[in-house]
């Protein structure tokens, strides 16, 4: 398996999430703020980017678990950033609102970025076991497409809404 797959965020989900994939084979990247939290990835065999766009840089999708879209935003929203994630897919896993997922996917589309939204429904520690489940909001085809990726991740995997990221519907 030679996808090259970017986790941008390495706190307890992230490293979970970047360690499943590189376990199951794939080209894995992992940049975090705070480079400590990126050592045991280091040291298991992950790639470790200094920086954000070198990590984009590296990858064919890219995940994002970090605090959530706020936090998000700078990261991401920078235009040599903006032009590295054209062509690729962002999922984003943090978390957030209806609205902001709305809002992320807006962003996306017109710069050529394929967008997927996800929550992520569980524990780090059940990542790469089959108690794990994540709940996805996209276009039917990109899900189908990166489904191979993400399924390391969690057995049961759902995509809610076929058109536009509107996972996190208000109760």
Request: no cysteine; aromatic share 8%; charged share 15%.
């Given at each position: 398996m030679n996808q090259k797959v970017t986790v941008i965020g390495a706190g307890r989900m992230g490293s979970a999430l970047a360690a499943a994939l590189y376990k199951r084979g794939f080209d894995t990247?992992?940049?975090n703020r705070t480079w400590s939290?990126?050592?045991?990835l280091s040291r298991l065999g992950l790639r470790v980017a200094p920086s954000v766009l070198?990590?984009?840089g590296n990858a064919e999708i890219v995940i994002v678990n970090i605090n959530n879209?706020?936090?998000t935003h700078p990261l991401v929203r920078q235009p040599a950033i903006e032009s590295a994630l054209r062509g690729k897919v962002?999922?984003?896993l943090s978390s957030g609102s209806p609205d902001e997922a709305r809002e992320m996917e807006s962003w996306a589309r017109p710069l050529g970025i394929d967008y997927l939204d996800g929550a992520i429904m569980n524990y780090p520690v059940d990542i790469g076991k089959p108690e794990g489940t994540v709940l996805y909001s996209g276009p039917d085809e990109l899900f189908n497409r990166v489904k191979p990726v993400l399924l390391p991740l969690v057995t049961?995997?759902?995509?809610l809404e076929r058109k536009s990221a509107r996972l996190r519907?208000?109760?």
């Open positions: 990247t992992v940049w939290k990126t050592e045991s070198e990590a984009v879209y706020e936090s962002l999922v984003q049961t995997q759902s995509l519907q208000p109760m």
